[in-house]
């Protein structure tokens, strides 16, 4: 295992950059109390390819291609690079991978433990592998977004304990939708096989 500065001197980009890499899951790490932790391999692998990682999108554009994603017409100084994101993403052979790298400013995520069915609660939407389109089935995490002003008071009246093991992954922002692009957003930030192959099926 090597630290987050010992990786950025290998791959020749800056420590916040290798710190980005590490949050957003292009660059496996293991946490280990406030730090990260990366196996020497990884960083090697990476490094190997002889290409950086895409950075990650700032919020507002993660905003903007989730609502190109959608459907929705973005104009503006940005709409030509969402457009381009667009079309990489249907043009990649793992759109999953571009989407943990590019969206994770998109919106706030927790992982929660909750006693109770809080997706019974009409302040919560459901999102993840919900949608009828995503080919996935089997239980797994549950991707729920909440708007933020209720936030509080969610987390009131169901007893929400902030758990890093938790079976919820609870996605906060002022705005709330869960078209079938967010719900593969959802799947892609929570990583794995299955649910890239899921994400990888709907985009290409």
């Not at 950025?8 to 280990?32: D, F, N, T, W, Y």
């Not at 969206?103 to 995520?109: G, V």
Request: include cysteine; aromatic fraction near 2%; charge should be negative.
């Amino acid at each position: 295992m090597i630290s987050i500065p010992d990786a950025a001197a290998r791959l020749g980009l800056s420590a916040e950059r290798v710190r980005q890499l590490a949050r957003s899951g292009a660059l496996p790490a293991e946490r280990v109390g406030s730090l990260y932790v990366l196996d020497s391999r990884d960083v090697q692998a990476l490094a190997a390819r002889g290409r950086r990682a895409s950075r990650p999108l700032s919020r507002a554009n993660a905003r903007a291609l989730a609502a190109a994603l959608r459907g929705e017409q973005v104009v503006g100084v940005r709409a030509d690079r969402i457009h381009a994101k667009v079309a990489q993403l249907h043009a990649s052979d793992n759109p999953a991978a571009l989407l943990r790298q590019w969206m994770p400013n998109l919106a706030e995520r927790r992982r929660v433990s909750v006693f109770g069915n809080l997706t019974s609660d009409p302040r919560i939407q459901i999102g993840g592998a919900a949608d009828p389109r995503i080919p996935l089935s089997g239980k797994g995490v549950n991707c729920l977004h909440a708007p933020s002003e209720v936030l509080d008071d969610l987390y009131d009246d169901w007893a929400i304990v902030d758990d890093p093991h938790g079976d919820i992954e609870l996605v906060i922002d002022d705005e709330v939708h869960v078209d079938l692009p967010d719900c593969l957003i959802d799947l892609a930030l929570l990583g794995g096989d299955r649910h890239d192959w899921a994400v990888n099926q709907c985009l290409r």
